[in-house]
């Protein structure tokens, strides 16, 4: 199994930054966190998860939403076992929980079934 554990939500003014991390432990058959691609995801209140953004297992490709795009950076880190979301110029529309998701399998970035492992979810608020 792998735990994934994210932190760093919390309360910023719009225009605002933050910086979310997903720490992932454990392993599935011999596998490590740098053979995962990982996935960030969002739910507001009364919406569907919609996806954020996603990078691939070397973290040479990466994936956005139009909604994020030039907005959020998402990076990792395999020595960490850490995969990170900097949210910049946030907007109230960005309020949700974020969640941080590994897959193991063929990768599809914007689905979320390709994602075998998910984390609690950390909430982000955005005030006006």
């Known amino acids: 199994q792998v735990q994934l554990v994210e932190s760093g939500g919390g309360l910023v003014q719009a225009g605002g930054s933050l910086r979310l991390s997903c720490a992932a432990s454990g392993r599935t058959s011999g596998r490590t966190f740098s053979s995962y691609a990982m996935g960030w995801f969002r739910q507001a209140p009364g919406k569907e998860r919609e996806f954020v953004a996603g990078i691939s297992w070397t973290g040479t490709k990466t994936y956005y939403a139009d909604s994020v795009k030039g907005r959020f950076t998402i990076s990792r880190d395999n020595a960490k076992n850490t995969v990170y979301l900097q949210m910049n110029s946030l907007k109230p529309e960005d309020t949700a929980v974020y969640y941080c998701?590994?897959?193991?399998?063929?990768?599809?970035?914007?689905?979320?079934?390709?994602?075998?492992?998910w984390g609690q979810g950390t909430q982000v608020t955005v005030s006006s």
């Open positions: 998701a590994a897959a193991g399998g063929t990768f599809y970035p914007a689905e979320s079934h390709t994602y075998d492992y």
